[in-house]
């Protein structure tokens, strides 16, 4: 599967695909900035919670982070850019943002589904009131 987008940052590579992203640390300077072991990560669409982004300037550099939660924001996952990037680091957090926005609108829907199912569970008298709540609460991230 070729990516959507690649982004060639000064300490790696981030390549946007359809359900995932992917940061490679080729290079020398790669190893220098994020050290001997680095190695590619990939974040899949539904594991990402948001993104971080600055635009490259004249003199300082813009950098996208993927954030993904449950885990510590660090440099690793970001990929840090040149304003030579600017317009496909740019398409990249506008496609991405995207992406994510069509992810929480399936998971609002799959809540709701979630949620009239239980209903359903507990009219027939399978599940008790209180067990409806605590699911419904769990489900609305509450």
Known sequence: M??????????GQLELYEDKVVIKRNGLRAR????????????FIKQISGIQYRPAGKIAKGYIQIIVQGSKENNRNAVIFTNKSNEVALKIKEQLEA???NNATENTTSAADEIKKFKELLDEGIITEEEFNQKKKQLLGL
Not at 32 to 43: I, N, P, R, S, V
């Open 2 to 11: 070729e990516p959507l987008y690649v982004l060639n940052g000064t300490d």
């Open 99 to 101: 992406m994510l926005a």
């Open 32 to 43: 220098m900035t994020q050290g001997l072991l680095a190695h590619d990560k990939e974040f």
